[in-house]
Every structure is written in C-alpha cells, then in structure tokens.
C-alpha cells in the first residue's frame, strides 16, 4: 500500500485546502486511484531515452488561466516547438529545467537571476479538465520572476514523466496535484543523475 493522500495533503502548506477529517473527494474513480499512490520521485535514476528532450521556442499568450484559477502560471510554448515531443510521449505532467531568454538582439526588462536554469514542471496535453480543443505545451518554472516574459525565448529540457493527464471535478483537486507535481519534479531533479542546469543547450546569459 503506497502513501495515502491524506498523507500527501498533509505536507501542503495551511492555504491549500485540505480534506475534511480525511472523507474522500467527489472524485472519478481512476483519478482517485491514482492520486492515493502518488510516489515522491518519479524516473528512473539517470534519465533513459527518450529523455532528455529539448524544446525551443518564444512565449505565446493562453487564456490567462494559469495564474487567475490555477495560481500557478505557466509559459504557453508554440505549437511549432512541439512535434519533436508529441512524437517521443504521450500527454501528461513532466519534469526537467527551463530557461528564458531575451530574443536575439533584445534587451531584457527581467533581473539577471531570471535568466538562470531553473527547475520545472510542463504539462503536455488537452487539458481535459478545461476542455481544450487544441494539444498545449505549458511550463510552470520554479522560480519567482520579477516581471512576465511574453514574446521570450525559452528553451526546456525534460528529463522525465510524472502522470497522465487527469479530467479533475474540483480545481482544487487539479491545484493539490500540482503542488505535488512541483515537490515530486524537485525531489527527482536533486538526484546526481539529473544535473543538467550545465548543459550546453543552455545559454550561459547569466554569466556574461
Ligand atoms: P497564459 O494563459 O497567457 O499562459 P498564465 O496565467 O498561464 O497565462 O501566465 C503565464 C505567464 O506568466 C507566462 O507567459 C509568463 O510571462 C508569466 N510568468 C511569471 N512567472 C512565471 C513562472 N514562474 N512560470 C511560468 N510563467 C510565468
Ligand atoms: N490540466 C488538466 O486538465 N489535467 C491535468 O492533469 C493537469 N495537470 C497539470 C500539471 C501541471 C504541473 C501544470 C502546470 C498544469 C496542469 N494542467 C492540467 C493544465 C492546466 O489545466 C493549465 O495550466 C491551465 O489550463 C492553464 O493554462
Ligand atoms: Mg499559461
């Protein structure tokens, strides 16, 4: 028997909502399944192929409801940056870093450290609890950005796989799962296998 989501929640931090006195959620069945068993690392101890995967491409606009419903924003990548991965996997929530950059030639409005690798975490997919009629690539980096970066570059290694996309009946339920999304892609990039911030797909802005 794995961890139980009580378990889990009770690692959240006090403004996330919590379940009352442990009564499960008005969840889907697959869905609850799922979330009872969720492991703290997900991968293998050095990333396999098709790992790791690069991605490339300049910060669109969404719907905007990443940050309003979500309180998570997520860089909205291209449709372009997308084949070379929808080719590889399936949909579903991944891990790796990510870094933004100005375009060539630009100077950017965003401090130095926002120009760093940072961790992250992207979903790939139909966002079946919106009811997205388009495939999207979205990634949440784990970093506090002093402004927005719309029209950016930014470049994303994924290194792995955390879950399938899931249909949620609650946003608070998505939001949870996503807390936990963000603490199982820490856990599993802090292992040895996985330091790539130095890679030479990244560009050493930061330092010039
Ligand atoms: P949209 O639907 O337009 O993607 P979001 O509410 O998802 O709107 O917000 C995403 C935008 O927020 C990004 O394009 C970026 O400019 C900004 N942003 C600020 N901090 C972050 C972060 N840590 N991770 C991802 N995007 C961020
Ligand atoms: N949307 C879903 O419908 N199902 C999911 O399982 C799901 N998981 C996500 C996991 C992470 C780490 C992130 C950042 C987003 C996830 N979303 C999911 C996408 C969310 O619906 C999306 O960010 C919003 O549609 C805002 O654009
Ligand atoms: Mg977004």
């Not at 924003?73 to 891990?95: C, H």
């Not at 950005?145 to 009946?169: C, H, K, Q, W």
Request: proline share 11%; aromatic share 10%.
């Amino acid at each position: 028997m794995g961890q139980t989501l009580s378990a889990l929640c009770s690692n959240m931090p006090a403004t996330h909502p919590h379940l009352p006195n442990g009564l499960p959620r008005p969840v889907q069945l697959q869905t609850q399944s799922f979330r009872a068993n969720r492991p703290s690392i997900a991968g293998p101890d050095t990333p396999e192929p098709p790992y790791p995967i690069l991605l490339e491409g300049v910060v669109q606009h969404g719907f905007g409801r990443g940050s309003k419903d979500l309180g998570c924003p997520t860089a909205n990548l291209p449709d372009e940056s997308l084949p070379d991965m929808v080719a590889a996997v399936k949909p579903g929530v991944y891990y790796g870093y990510a870094q933004v950059l100005p375009l060539e030639g630009q100077k950017s409005r965003l401090r130095p450290e926002d120009h760093q690798v940072w961790p992250m975490v992207m979903s790939l997919g139909w966002n079946p609890f919106y009811k997205n009629e388009r495939m999207t690539a979205e990634i949440h980096v784990m970093h506090e950005f002093s402004d927005d970066f719309y029209g950016y570059n930014m470049r994303a290694l994924v290194l792995g796989y955390i879950r399938p996309e899931l249909d949620y009946t609650s946003r608070e339920a998505l939001i949870e799962d996503i807390e936990i999304d963000k603490k199982v892609a820490l856990a599993s990039l802090v292992r040895p296998g996985y330091k790539y911030t130095s890679d030479p797909f990244f560009s050493n802005h930061d330092k010039a």
